[in-house]
């Protein structure tokens, strides 16, 4: 069994719709939860941060974590064609200076106009 | 403010020869860490370094391997190339105070080994 396991698509939505991804995970010494954004031929960028089980939310994007069922999920609301990427999800056991990430296959998302 | 930079972008290699890549990290990070996507998964780490030393190693042999410089520039270097080592090699800087800032990924170089 991968440490973390994430549905790799592909999805795709209208434009204005509702994005729900999802990743889950084995190791309960995973702490830190991240999703990144990667556009084709870039590297990922940081999208959201969640230390813990919890919610967070920043902007059209919701991060939420369940430590207890080992789940995590972003969702996009308004979703818009410039949200087409592979969603990577990503996690660590360490929050210091010499943190590693475990990520997710990714998920890639496609809206359309 | 720049960001991670990396060369080449692209280059094809033969089985069994060396490749070295490199990467020029943001400007005033001094942790970079190297991580290898192959096509259609996550990136997986490889290593990474703080202060010219290697600080933590995934699972990975031996003939990956790297360096730091003083301006914390980095260096991948592969040895004995294998078909399965062609995959998109991320460098990823950070600053060094914690997870929450997260890495600046650079764009890559996409290593083809025939």
């Known amino acids: 069994q991968k440490e973390v396991e994430q549905d790799p698509g592909p999805l795709s939505v209208p434009e204005g719709a509702i994005v729900s991804l999802n990743c889950t995970y084995s190791n309960s010494a995973f702490q830190y939860f991240m999703w990144y954004r990667q556009y084709s031929r870039k590297g990922p960028e940081l999208l959201m941060y969640t230390y813990s089980s919890g919610n967070k939310e920043d902007g059209r994007f919701t991060a939420q974590v369940d430590k207890s069922s080992k789940y995590i999920s972003l969702f996009i609301r308004d979703s818009q064609p410039s949200d087409s990427a592979t969603y990577l999800c990503?996690?660590?056991?360490?929050?210091?200076?010499?943190?590693?990430?475990?990520f997710g296959k990714g998920t890639l998302l496609t809206v359309n106009p | 403010e720049t960001g991670v930079t990396q060369s080449p972008t692209h280059l094809i290699k033969t089985r069994g020869q060396q490749v070295t890549l490199r990467c020029s990290s943001q400007s005033g990070h001094n942790t970079v860490s190297w991580y290898q996507q192959a096509l259609g998964q996550g990136p997986q780490f490889i290593f990474q370094y703080y202060r010219e030393e290697e600080n933590g190693r995934g699972n990975f042999p031996p003939r990956f391997s790297g360096l730091q410089f003083p301006n914390y520039s980095s260096e991948l270097n592969v040895n004995a190339l294998e078909l399965d080592d062609s995959a998109l090699y991320l460098c990823?800087?950070?600053?060094?105070?914690?997870?929450?800032?997260?890495?600046?990924f650079g764009s890559g170089t996409r290593l083809t080994v025939v």
């Open positions: 990503a996690m660590s056991d360490s929050g210091g200076s010499n943190y590693k990430l475990t």
């Open positions: 990823a800087s950070s600053s060094g105070q914690g997870i929450g800032r997260g890495y600046t």
